[in-house]
C-alpha cells in the first residue's frame, strides 16, 4: 500500500498550489480520502476529506472558499486545489485513505497514510 503526495513547494501569499496523492497497491475507489496537514510545534488536523460512496467533500472552516478537493478514480489520484494561500497554510501536508462509511476530518478514520509534502507560503 502506498501512498505519494507531490505538488508542494514555496509560493507567496495570494497564490496557489494543487497538491496531489496517488495511490496504488489497494483498491483505492472503496476508499475515503482526506488531507490533513502539521505544522511546526501544532498538531495535525484534518483540511478536506472526499467520500467514495457519493463524492460528498468536507472542508476545514480555515479553508472553506479557498481549497477545492476531487478526485479521479482512473487515475488513482486525489487533488487539492490551494488558492489564496496565507502563510498559516504553512504545513507538511499528508493524504490518507481510510475505509470509514463516510469521510471525516479526524486521523482516526484513516489506515493508510503518505509521506506527506512541504507547503511554505511566504514572501
Known amino acids: 500500500v502506498q501512498l505519494v503526495e507531490s505538488g508542494g513547494g514555496l509560493v507567496q501569499p495570494g497564490g496557489s498550489l494543487r497538491l496531489s496523492c496517488t495511490a496504488s497497491g489497494f483498491t483505492w475507489h472503496l476508499y475515503n480520502i482526506g488531507w490533513f496537514r502539521q505544522a511546526p510545534g501544532k498538531e495535525r488536523e484534518g483540511v478536506s476529506c472526499?467520500?467514495?460512496?457519493?463524492?460528498?467533500?468536507r472542508y476545514a472552516e480555515s479553508v472553506k472558499g479557498r481549497f477545492n478537493i476531487s478526485r479521479d478514480n482512473d487515475k488513482n489520484t486525489v487533488y487539492l486545489e490551494m488558492i489564496s494561500l496565507k502563510p498559516e497554510d504553512t504545513a507538511v501536508y499528508y493524504c490518507?485513505?481510510?475505509?470509514?462509511?463516510?469521510?471525516?476530518?479526524?486521523?482516526?478514520?484513516?489506515?493508510?497514510w503518505g509521506q506527506g509534502t512541504q507547503v511554505t507560503v511566504s514572501s
Open positions: 490518507a485513505a481510510g475505509a470509514a462509511e463516510v469521510c471525516y476530518l479526524h486521523s482516526i478514520s484513516y489506515e493508510y
Open positions: 472526499i467520500s467514495e460512496s457519493d463524492g460528498g467533500t
